[in-house]
T-cell receptor, first 114, second 110 residues
Framework: DTAVSQTPKYLVTQMGNDKSIKCEQNLGHDTMYWYKQDSKKFLKIMFSYNNKELIINETVPNRFSPKSPDKAHLNLHINSLELGDSAVYFC?????????????FGDGTRLSIL | QKEVEQNSGPLSVPEGAIASLNCTYSDRVSQSFFWYRQYSGKSPELIMSIYSNGDKEDGRFTAQLNKASQYVSLLIRDSQPSDSATYLCAVLGGYQKVTFGTGTKLQVIP
């Protein structure tokens, strides 16, 4: 069973389009994250949710809108895609805010903007 | 100053040697520290967690933490070509934010 699953794995689209990436975890964790990894491999945190509530929003353009319908899901919608959005987006989860345990990562979504 | 700093490498070591990877962090309230390995095109996978000062060993891997110096390191003994990857240092700091370093690329030469 995949613990943290993201769909789609690959996403190729044109500039200006709107797209969504979905993430689901079956670990029973309360806290979920979105990271962006650019071509230089730097993993930059974008958002974090705890039990459906936004707790971290790291100066991300408002074209990016996360949504957490329940604590097992954290989706990422991106409006008006730009060339600079090309990257690998990773979803991760962690037990809860009181835990010192590490994150579990999904396999990533490789987004390519034409 | 970056919150979590690592040398980007590449760090090249011969097979069988010890690879030493270093990481410094700026948030003094940080309590939990993690090393992840990431192969090209794959997601990060956890190698070690360390929470208190000193050494923690797991097989060929040893993590070392010095909170006073805000320094954490990973030693890989008997390095194998399969250890060639990017190693990411991650720090759990204030507001439960996990911050990653830029990663060190390790190349183990057969």
């Amino acid at each position: 069973d995949t613990a943290v699953s993201q769909t789609p794995k690959y996403l190729v689209t044109q500039m200006g389009n709107d797209k969504s990436i979905k993430c689901e975890q079956n670990l029973g964790h309360d806290t979920m994250y979105w990271y962006k990894q650019d071509s230089k491999k730097f993993l930059k945190i974008m958002f974090s949710y705890n039990n459906k509530e936004l707790i971290i929003n790291e100066t991300v353009p408002n074209r990016f809108s996360p949504k957490s319908p329940d604590k097992a899901h954290l989706n990422l919608h991106i409006n008006s895609l730009e060339l600079g959005d090309s990257a690998v987006y990773f979803c991760a989860s962690r037990m809860n805010l009181n835990s010192n345990q590490p994150q579990h990562f999904g396999d990533g979504t490789r987004l390519s903007i034409l | 100053q970056k919150e979590v700093e690592q040398n980007s490498g590449p760090l090249s070591v011969p097979e069988g040697a010890i690879a030493s990877l270093n990481c410094t962090y700026s948030d003094r309230v940080s309590q939990s520290f993690f090393w992840y390995r990431q192969y090209s095109g794959k997601s990060p996978e956890l190698i070690m967690s360390i929470y208190s000062n000193g050494d923690k060993e797991d097989g060929r891997f040893t993590a070392q933490l010095n909170k006073a110096s805000q320094y954490v390191s990973l030693l890989i003994r008997d390095s194998q070509p399969s250890d060639s990857a990017t190693y990411l240092c991650a720090v759990l700091g204030g507001y439960q934010k996990v911050t990653f370093g830029t990663g060190t690329k390790l190349q183990v030469i057969p």
